[in-house]
């Protein structure tokens, strides 16, 4: 990050979700199914309103039969009828107990349309996903659909949408099929799901998902995990931050909080450049690119210790590296927290800011920002969205603020957190104090857009399971 005036920050969070339960499952199959083979399907709809801007269909799949099913040999199918003969859909995967990675969704035609239906979703399994035992269920399958447009699509018409089922039961206006064979559901009239699939977009891709979470459970900067899951932590000089400072690994330390092991970053000084030491944690890989990011951050107003007033800078971002001034695939986006001001900014001020590109000497910058003077003192959840046509960053589950898509990235970026001092000029002191940011959780889905209510549940997902650590996201 660089060292310079940012153009400020817009407030993203997430929204603290459940997850949900379900009742047990009730087979209502049109056709009858072997007792060696045999599929239930429960659904609930998450957004239950005649328009919206994506169908967001969430299932859950349960083996009736006395044989372990292998999921790779499931297929569900979701009706709908197409807004217009020429619209497409993309598919996405918010969440998954098997893993959105292992969750294929592609559209088809009916060859005999009705009123209500013609097209169909029909979702798959990769080998990863592996098998359901007798009595077994998925878990949630958090499904969601869209316009390539991203048009307001009409669902209140569709043959498998019920605006009703916000809570999970039994329903056969979806099908299910295990090896070829319908075992569950009642197709609309004349479309045998066996027929052969007629996807309007066999190119289309799963749509992402490969996903990196990390609970920040640790015992120190030089714990072996750390270092094996992808993070660095800074100790080599240079900027941003007052000259003469150092990176300090030691002070990264990982301490308990709210019953959660959380990641603090401390940095301290005497008044002077040789007496500051800042800290910084980043991804060692620059794999990262579209989705969602996501981190729960607390912010500190005052220092743990001496006197109050430096001009701090706290932050969650992503950056490439700028491979000289002015490059245009300089990719940077960034929520920085100054709880004393600096940069001309008399208090504290959250600045969100997506980069174009800048020149450090003499300075020019391009980029967009958003901005919010008031104290961010507490803990707060950060999410910030990049797809192909915009930036968009929460705090506490409100849009914060949306970017123009000349600043999406062009190349992978890395994610990182570090705490820094701009100057001196806030607080002449040499009396030594510190400061505390913590960061309690990270997350990136890949080439998803996620609501914040949709990250938390995901990241609720997996502190339910006791998973501390997953990165799927492959390298660049």
């Not at 060292?3 to 407030?11: F, K, L, Q, V, Y």
């Not at 990675?101 to 979702?123: C, K, Q």
Request: proline residues 6%; negative net charge.
């Amino acid at each position: 990050m660089s060292n310079r005036p940012s153009a400020g920050r817009a407030r993203l969070a997430l929204a603290l979700a459940v997850l949900l339960g379900g009742g047990a499952l009730t087979a209502l199959p049109a056709r009858a199914a072997t007792a060696a083979d045999g599929l239930a399907v429960q659904y609930r709809t998450s957004a239950s309103g005649a328009t919206a801007d994506q169908t967001e269909p969430w299932f859950k799949v349960r083996n009736t039969g006395s044989s372990t099913a292998q999921l790779s040999q499931v297929k569900i199918r979701y009706y709908f009828k197409a807004d217009s003969p020429t619209a497409s859909y993309r598919f996405a995967c918010s969440w998954a107990v098997r893993g959105c990675a292992a969750v294929t969704g592609t559209f088809g035609t009916l060859s005999n349309p009705t009123a209500t239906a013609d097209r169909y979703l029909e979702i798959g399994f990769t080998a990863a996903a592996g098998t359901l035992a007798p009595g077994a269920d998925t878990g949630d399958l958090q499904l969601r659909f869209y316009r390539s447009d991203w048009q307001t699509l009409r669902q209140s018409d569709d043959y498998s949408f019920n605006g009703a089922q916000t809570s999970y039961a039994s329903w056969d206006r979806v099908t299910a099929r295990l090896a070829g064979a319908t075992v569950w559901g009642t197709a609309p009239e004349g479309n045998d799901p066996t027929d052969p699939t007629d996807p309007t977009d066999p190119t289309d891709p799963p749509g992402g998902g490969q996903t990196l979470f990390d609970d920040f459970d640790y015992g120190s900067h030089s714990d072996p995990a750390l270092a094996a899951h992808g993070w660095s932590v800074r100790a080599n000089s240079g900027g941003p931050g007052v000259p003469g400072a150092t990176w300090d690994p030691a002070k990264v330390t990982f301490v308990s909080s709210g019953g959660n092991s959380v990641m603090n970053l401390e940095t301290s000084t005497a008044g002077t450049g040789a007496s500051t030491t800042q800290t910084e944690v980043l991804t060692k890989s620059t794999k990262f690119r579209n989705g969602t990011y996501a981190a729960r951050v607390r912010f500190s107003d005052a220092p743990k210790s001496g006197p109050d007033g430096d001009h701090l800078v706290q932050t969650f971002f992503t950056i490439n590296d700028l491979k000289a001034p002015m490059a245009d695939d300089y990719a940077e986006y960034d929520f920085e927290y100054l709880p004393n001001g600096g940069w001309g900014e008399p208090s504290n001020i959250l600045y969100t800011t997506s980069w174009e590109t800048y020149d450090p000497d003499p300075w020019q910058a391009v980029n967009q920002h958003s901005e919010q003077r008031s104290s961010y003192a507490g803990w707060h959840d950060l999410v910030v969205t990049i797809d192909d046509s915009a930036i968009t960053y929460y705090v506490d589950g409100q849009v914060f603020g949306t970017h123009d898509a000349r600043y999406l990235p062009e190349r992978p970026m890395s994610i990182n957190f570090n705490q820094w001092l701009i100057d001196l000029n806030g607080q002449t002191s040499t009396t030594p104090r510190a400061y505390d940011q913590q960061v309690d959780y990270v997350l990136h889905v890949k080439d998803q857009v996620l609501t914040p209510a949709e990250a938390a549940a995901k990241v609720a997902g997996y502190r339910a399971a006791g998973t501390g650590f997953v990165d799927e996201v492959p390298a660049s």
